[in-house]
């Protein structure tokens, strides 16, 4: 089958809507010329998007190669590769992204500390939202009806001396959640355990899980841990930016 012939291009510069026109109507013309009906493969090798050798065998050609890399340039940048970054901002710690799944979070990524200790927590591994910080930004963006039928039927377990067990002292800790836009569990989920986290947000603003760093106590204090808020709320509005 002879190649389809292509109307020639016109002339002067066009807006970059009008050259996405432009080569659509090309390969559709392109699929009309004559002695049709013609190979996709045919098609996209006169436009540029494959290559021949003539024996019937295509590979990448320049146009898809120039479309790959544009969509590369403008894609935004995976969860991995921000909490990556975020680690490197926060002195190496432990860092989280956990999901909410009904009245825990799960951990779906976890990039672990370069030190000679290791947090216990693992991908797949839920936790109650009440004592986790990323279950406290959870609670914290919850609308009230939700947060109050939550509360109404969901038990407040300790897990360790440090845990918020009770109705009033957690309302006041969501209500200091909100106003920072951060929370902290200070030694609530684990003893020695200490993390800040932010919310992950969907585009309603509704609460999908956290990003959290995650220290030990006798390495950072707590105010040196709080330092670090700025890039975990940031680091969580990207990743809402991905997720929500």
């Not at 389809?4 to 080569?23: D, T």
């Not at 190979?39 to 295509?58: C, P, V, W």
């Amino acid at each position: 089958m002879g190649e389809p012939e292509l109307p020639a291009r016109r002339g002067g510069r066009a807006s970059s809507a009008g050259n996405a026109a432009e080569k659509t109507l090309r390969v559709l013309e392109a699929a009309a010329a004559p002695r049709g009906p013609h190979r996709l493969t045919d098609i996209a090798a006169t436009e540029g998007f494959l290559n021949t050798d003539g024996s019937g065998r295509y590979g990448i050609g320049p146009r898809l190669r120039a479309f790959a890399a544009q969509i590369a340039a403008e894609a935004p940048p995976s969860v991995e590769e921000i909490l990556r970054a975020l680690q490197a901002t926060v002195a190496g710690h432990t860092v989280h992204l956990a999901l909410r799944s009904d009245d825990h979070v799960i951990y779906t990524h976890k990039i672990d500390a370069d030190r000679p200790y290791q947090m216990a927590s693992r991908v797949g591994m839920s936790n109650p939202l009440h004592c986790t910080a990323i279950g406290k930004c959870i609670l914290a963006y919850l609308p009230p009806a939700e947060l109050a039928a939550f509360l109404s039927l969901t038990p407040l377990p300790a897990r360790t001396p440090a845990t918020i067990t009770g109705r009033t002292r957690l309302d006041a800790e969501l209500a200091f959640v909100r106003d920072r836009g951060f929370a902290v569990d200070d030694e609530e989920n684990e003893p020695t355990i200490r993390c800040l986290a932010a919310p992950v947000l969907d585009h309603r603003g509704r609460p999908l899980g956290g990003v959290s760093v995650s220290t030990v106590t006798f390495v950072v204090s707590r105010a040196e841990l709080e330092g670090f808020a700025q890039h975990v709320v940031s680091a969580a509005r990207e990743v809402s930016a991905v997720l929500g």
